[in-house]
């Protein structure tokens, strides 16, 4: 038995026999071309709208956010830019598989250079220019094996295009030795509901046909596992597929009282996803990724459509809205042109918004518009709130536009610490706990060299939450939870017991959140919440919390 330390993705466990992952493919040589460059320019050109049409294809049958990701590799496989320089490399005498992998490589390390989520999408080059190689050179692409049986899949990176057609009746789990937190894979595979350790960077030994446990609960993976951790993995797989069938009831605690179980959604396509898992509403939906490839701002008419379908979704259910949080790792053209060192800390959200006030009230007129075609409830929030004076602003425009219910999302220390006042010039407040996590640290949440920083359990992150939940409750306003860590099934206990009224996540979390919510009433949440607070860090507050839990368990 050997343990092997990574980030989990997700809670759940998975164990079978592994399944490695070819390695990627040789780099082509450099010897000069036989062909004359016209020739070598045709067989490149044909490769690259192949290889383009394949990924688009994939996509399509993927849907969801795989969509969005193979489009995007789809559109680097036929950027004008990469083409002409292979092809003045095709100039210089290089074979087209050579000229491919160079271009490639060169605009891979631009991308790496520039760090944070650009620099996260260069695997995805990468996966490109082995496919168009691959093509070129008439062999399969590396990809996902298919053994005939479940299994365990070992991998050093896994491209978006096979993470997004993973076979999950097939695929029991999936270990990465390289990959972050924040990379496609870990997004796809959180989005797919996989069991998955990323960053486990010893599972290069692991070999083909050994069994492991994945344990991402916690960050482990368990290499020839001993009969007693084989019992409990199996354990916890049956109970977790009794949870799944489970009826879905509203989310509440032990005691009855009601904590709204509500979805983070970035497209309208999503919603009825969301209903079927027993989203209650939505409490995050995420504006700026329906318009990230655009060059110009939405007019009010398309943002109009796109609002109704949403609200359409959700008669008679809360759906807060978030105008757009433009900037850092989410830049929008037509918000964000100007080169920032740090824009996390820059021209981000309501700060973008501001600058160009024209967009904002735009956006405020087609959710009003949509408000008034529809049953829902519409609630409409600004990001990256930092002081009372913007939530005057926002709160005031919105007011103006016809909106009814107008909130602040607190995500910045700032706006935590004052929270008394802020709820004072607002109608609720929802705290994003992923920036105000980042913040609060002073951890850039797209690095992986201080991800043991990122954590939502840090005592500091929950002393600005409790102290947030206090002013809601002084108020008599609601305080929602929209960053990942309402989805971690214990830490959402202990928000509601910081004062949390709702809770929003990935909508394959719900299950496993309402689950957990209904084990403890208010007062042992409360308990927990307190223990979690009394902690010197977040290693240990999750572990006073467990501790707890377990204490209560056994009561
Ligand atoms: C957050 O910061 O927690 C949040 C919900 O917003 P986003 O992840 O979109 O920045
Ligand atoms: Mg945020």
């Known amino acids: 038995m050997r343990e092997i330390h990574g980030t989990g993705i997700g809670e759940r466990v998975a164990f079978g026999p592994v399944v490695r992952m070819a390695d990627a493919l040789p780099e082509p040589s450099e010897r000069a071309s036989a062909l004359d460059p016209g020739a ?3 067989r490149a050109r044909a490769s690259l709208s192949a290889v383009a049409v394949e990924l688009a294809d994939r996509g399509v049958r993927a849907g969801g956010a795989a969509k969005d990701v193979l489009d995007a590799q789809a559109m680097m496989a036929e950027d004008p830019t990469l083409i002409t320089d292979i092809v003045q490399r095709l100039g210089q005498g290089r074979t087209a598989e050579r000229a491919v992998f160079e271009a490639f490589a060169a605009f891979r390390d631009l991308l790496a250079g520039m760090g944070g989520y650009l620099g996260e999408r260069a695997a995805d080059l990468d ?39 993973l076979d999950l009746d097939q ?124 060059a110009v701002a939405p007019d009010v008419e398309e943002q109009q459509e796109q609002y109704r379908r949403l609200l359409a979704a959700f008669p008679g259910r809360k759906v807060v809205v978030r105008v757009l949080d433009a900037g850092a790792d989410k830049p929008l053209a037509f918000l964000n042109d100007a080169h920032e060192e740090n824009p996390a800390l820059g021209l981000r959200g309501i700060r973008a918004l501001r600058q ?22 519409l609630w409409v929030m600004a990001p990256m709130v930092a002081t009372v004076e913007e939530t005057r602003y926002f709160t005031g425009l919105a007011r103006e536009s016809g909106i009814r219910v107008a909130g602040t999302m607190v995500e910045t220390p700032s706006a935590a610490l004052i929270a008394d006042r802020v709820l ?11 920036d105000l996590t980042q913040y609060t640290m002073a951890a850039d949440r797209l690095l992986g060299t201080v991800a043991d920083l990122q954590s ?10 409790a102290d947030v939940g206090a002013a809601g409750a002084a108020h008599g306003k609601p305080v929602g939870i929209c960053g990942e860590a309402a989805a971690d099934p214990l830490l959402a206990v202990v928000l509601v017991g910081l004062g949390a009224t709702s809770l929003s996540m990935a909508p394959s979390a719900l299950a496993d959140v309402r689950a957990s919510l209904a084990r403890y009433t208010l007062d042992q949440a409360k308990q927990l919440a307190t223990a979690a607070l009394g902690a010197d860090g977040a290693v240990e507050a999750q572990q006073a919390a467990r501790d707890g839990a377990a204490a209560h368990a056994g009561a």
């Open 356 to 377: 160009a006030e024209g967009v904002l009230r735009g956006q405020l007129e087609a959710l009003a518009a949509a408000d008034a075609e529809t049953e829902a409830e």
């Open 171 to 294: 695929v029991l789990g999936l270990v990465t030795i390289g990959g972050g937190p924040t990379s496609h894979t870990a997004i796809l595979a959180r989005e797919k509901s996989i069991v998955a350790i990323v960053g486990a960077a010893d599972a290069d030994g692991i070999a083909d046909g050994e069994t492991v446990i994945v344990d991402a609960e916690r960050d482990l993976v368990v290499q020839n596992p001993t009969v007693v951790q084989v019992g409990e993995a199996r354990q916890r797989i049956a109970d977790r597929a009794a949870l799944a069938a489970a009826p879905i009831t509203p989310g509440a605690l032990a005691d009855g009282t009601p904590v709204p179980l509500l979805a983070n959604l970035g497209n309208a396509d999503d919603a009825d996803d969301a209903v079927r898992l027993g989203a209650e509403g939505v409490g995050l939906f995420r504006t700026e990724f329906l318009f990230l490839d655009r």
């Open 456 to 465: 939502p359990w840090h005592p500091a992150v929950l002393r600005l939450i």
């Open 40 to 42: 070598e320019e045709a």
């Open 127 to 165: 996966d490109v220019s082995q496919r168009v190689v691959a093509h070129l050179s008439g062999v399969a692409a590396p990809g996902v094996p298919s053994p005939g049986h479940p299994f365990v899949l070992v991998a050093r990176d896994l491209a978006p295009a096979d993470t997004a057609l």
């Open 424 to 434: 004072a010039a607002c109608d609720f407040a929802s705290i994003g706990t992923n």
